[in-house]
């Protein structure tokens, strides 16, 4: 069993950011914190005692922006009410601006054990243009902290695809990050999502803003020099050095039960019908008022549960088990996917092993098209 815990403020709302975070004052994050402790209590009936915790992941936003305390008062709430296992991996995402030597060293000290940071670019006219309060300055000081506090278990985010970035600049940032040696990489191709600072300079663009052709170029180049440094590809987005993969991230695409606790958070519970998805209120009044309230919540079908199975299994570069899905659903991939599967070969998108069915290089480049196959 996993645990999400969404932090959903953050000190300013990036030009490209359309997740479930805004500025808030110190008066509203209080609130927040005592009303996100009471879920985590109110939750824990929902799982039983004998149910361990193997990944705690604070995402958001910028958790870092909380205090210390808070932060500690959060995880302290968890480990009172759940059975964390002792080598669970326990994550949180910081903005190297708001995570100084004392929070870092606090976090450390108080059961964090992996620090996921968002960089995204070593060059400060990208930072500007992507609205990140953060310079490069601000990034090294954080990462040399966070090593000094003792995490050695360290994420670091690129992104890829920014308007005017060239491959030179790309390859100083990549190249720059692989000096500084962190145990797994993140790299994101900018997308433009409605309701965002950049959907409204740049439009409802079909595709990245760079040109599919460029956006293609800046992924294989970062791919390829990733990989030349002894980072493993394990999914489409993410690189990590052998046993650091990110164990949360993992469990999501190989469809773990998780738990989500604050505004907004989903969850994947296992009920009596079924898996259960639900999600908490977008509200944050109503989130304030009782953070049990659920917005959505259904019963997935099997054919439900075997489509996530497909699509979130092809982007981990290992594929879908093939035998455990069989193990699990009583049917082989085949005697559902067969003509798919067969078509998607042919045009050189996947590849069925005698276990697994991948993605190839050329399956990664239209992963959407051959994500949309499994759906039909």
Excluded at 38 to 65: C, D, H, L, Q, W
Excluded at 163 to 180: F, K, N
Excluded at 227 to 241: Q, T
Excluded at 337 to 365: F, K, R
Aim: charged share 25%.
């Amino acid at each position: 069993m996993q645990i999400y815990i969404h932090i959903p403020f953050c000190e300013r709302k990036c030009n490209y950011c359309d997740f479930l975070s805004y500025p808030a004052d110190a008066g509203v994050r209080e609130m927040y914190v005592n009303a996100l402790i009471k879920e985590i209590r109110g939750r824990a009936g929902n799982i039983g005692r004998e149910e361990k915790i193997m990944t705690i992941y604070f995402g958001g936003g910028t958790p870092s922006v909380l205090s210390a305390k808070q932060l500690g008062d959060i995880f302290a709430a968890i480990s009172q009410e759940y059975r964390v296992d002792p080598g669970a991996e326990i994550t949180i995402e910081v903005n190297p601006k708001s995570a100084d030597r004392d929070k870092l060293h606090f976090l450390r000290g108080n059961g964090f054990n992996r620090l996921s940071i968002g960089m995204q670019s070593i060059h400060r006219s990208e930072l500007e243009m992507l609205g990140r309060i953060h310079s490069f300055d601000d990034f090294t000081e954080c990462y040399i902290n966070a090593r000094d506090a003792g995490f050695k278990n360290v994420s670091v985010d690129i992104m890829t695809a920014i308007p005017g970035q060239t491959e030179q600049m790309l390859e100083a940032t990549v190249s720059r990050v692989i000096d500084m040696n962190p145990e797994h990489i993140s790299t994101y191709s900018l997308t433009i999502e409605p309701g965002t600072p950049f959907y409204e300079q740049f439009g409802d663009i079909e595709g990245p803003v760079v040109g599919q052709e460029t956006e293609r170029k800046l992924y294989w180049m970062t791919v390829d020099m990733l990989k030349a440094k002894g980072y493993r590809h394990y999914e489409i987005s993410n690189f990590a050095k052998p046993g650091f993969e990110s164990r949360h991230n993992s469990g999501y695409w190989k469809r773990n039960h998780y738990l989500g606790m604050g505004l907004g958070a989903s969850s994947c519970l296992p009920s009596a019908q079924g898996d259960e998805r639900c999600r908490n209120t977008t509200d944050m009044e109503t989130y304030l008022a009782n953070p049990m309230t659920r917005e959505e919540s259904g019963i997935l079908s099997r054919k439900d549960m075997i489509e996530e199975t497909m699509y979130l299994g092809l982007r981990m570069m290992e594929g879908v088990d093939t035998v455990a899905f069989e193990k699990q659903f009583g049917v082989t991939v085949r005697s559902i996917y067969a003509d798919v599967i067969d078509d998607l070969a042919a045009q050189g998108l996947v590849y069925e092993g005698s276990s697994s069915l991948s993605l190839t290089d050329l399956g990664i480049d239209y992963g959407n098209h051959v994500f949309a196959q499994f759906l039909k």
